[in-house]
């Protein structure tokens, strides 16, 4: 909640600083932001290519009218739901046809000891885009943005009780896929014990 | 700290099996995407070309306004100068002659108002016969 609020500051003086100096200044806003509106993006339009094409035209939006950031009650969420719409609009006019689940599009980054996990992070975008994107876009503002559900509404223009259901089956669904993954990565203290049990045994 | 076992919010509680562990799964995987390397250059290049051609438009817009300003005021005073220069003409330019000579009038109006003080004299002539005129003429005609 705390880096919500922080993160909310830093976009309100962003966009004061573009205001101010004009599109020179939007680099500390896309350094800023880019990055998970990038993520939010893919979410919705399933491709990349598509999601840049969307946080662009948002960005560059931003940086054609400063004050509809500076002057919002909550700036952060106003821009992702900028990218939201953005992206809905570059879905409407996308003509092509991609398999949903194929992550051929993505532009990927691992750490040097994180090569035995890109399997694992493959699988959980592949899994998330196994759901539809309604509940995917809920996973994704509450995992990765830290996001209450009743915040979660105001983006997605729905009730807070709307965002839970729909996360609620989303979590019920990615379980199955997920879940010997989190298993393996994550063991917990139960599983943990079992294994021990039949080492001593 | 949450319960491993639910998914919980400020505003609900929803007990989920292992519902902990996958989003702690979805979170790591949270920073696998990344962007393109042209990205960034891309808006900041877009966003300049944009605020230029509003200032170019502005600049273009601006001249224009100024121009259609300008031609409005200049009609506007263009014509009540000719007015102005018509009426101060009719005052000043006397009538050079008198009745007997050729006058000279300046303009139409002038004209007309001639014709019809002309007609006039000659109706009133015709209505008011002169007697010795008329012994003149007859005499005149015998001989």
């Known amino acids: 909640m705390a880096d919500l609020e922080s993160l909310t500051g830093q976009v309100r003086e962003c966009a004061e600083r573009i205001a101010e100096s004009g599109p020179a200044a939007l680099s500390g806003l896309f350094d800023l932001t880019a990055h998970r509106l990038l993520r939010y993006s893919v ?5 990349q290519h598509d999601a840049e094409d969307a946080v662009q035209a948002a960005l560059v939006r931003v940086a ?3 004050q509809l950031l500076g002057r919002a009650d909550q700036p952060w969420p106003y821009l992702l739901r900028m990218v939201r719409n953005e992206s809905l609009v570059v879905i409407r006019k996308r003509k092509r046809w991609s398999p949903l689940q194929s992550l051929a599009d993505l532009i990927t980054q691992r750490g040097v000891d994180e090569v035995e996990l ?5 699988e959980v975008w592949s899994a998330l885009r196994s759901l539809p994107t309604q509940q995917s876009e809920v996973v994704v503002l509450k995992i990765w943005e830290g996001m209450t559900f009743a915040q979660i509404g105001e983006v997605l223009e729905v009730s807070p009780s709307t965002a ?5 089956y989303a979590i019920e669904k990615l379980a199955p896929k997920l879940m010997p993954l989190a298993e393996i990565n994550n063991p917990s203290p139960a599983s943990l014990k079992d294994v021990e049990v039949r080492h001593e045994g | 700290m949450r319960d491993d076992h639910e998914i919980a919010d400020d505003s609900t509680s929803m007990p989920l099996p292992g519902g902990l562990a ?3 799964l979805i979170q790591s995987a949270g920073n696998y995407v990344t962007a393109s390397a042209d990205l960034r250059p891309r808006v ?5 070309e944009r ?3 509003r200032r170019m438009c502005w600049r273009i817009f601006s001249v224009m306004a100024a121009a259609v300003m300008c031609v409005v005021i200049g009609t506007a005073v263009s014509q009540r100068f000719d007015q102005m220069s018509d009426f101060s003409s009719v005052m000043d330019e006397p009538i050079l002659h008198g009745p007997d000579d050729t006058t000279r009038y300046l303009d139409r109006r002038d004209w007309a108002l001639a014709d019809a003080i002309v007609r006039w004299r000659h109706e009133l002539a015709s209505k008011f016969s002169d007697p010795l005129r008329d012994q003149q003429h007859n005499g005149v005609a015998r001989d």
């Open chain 2, 22 to 24: 996958i989003e702690r």
């Open chain 1, 64 to 66: 054609d009218s400063p």
């Open chain 1, 164 to 168: 839970a259901s729909r996360y609620r």
């Open chain 2, 51 to 53: 605020a230029s051609d």
């Open chain 1, 43 to 47: 979410t919705i339009t399933r491709n």
């Open chain 1, 118 to 122: 890109e399997e694992t992070y493959r």
């Open chain 2, 44 to 48: 900041i290049e877009v966003a300049r």
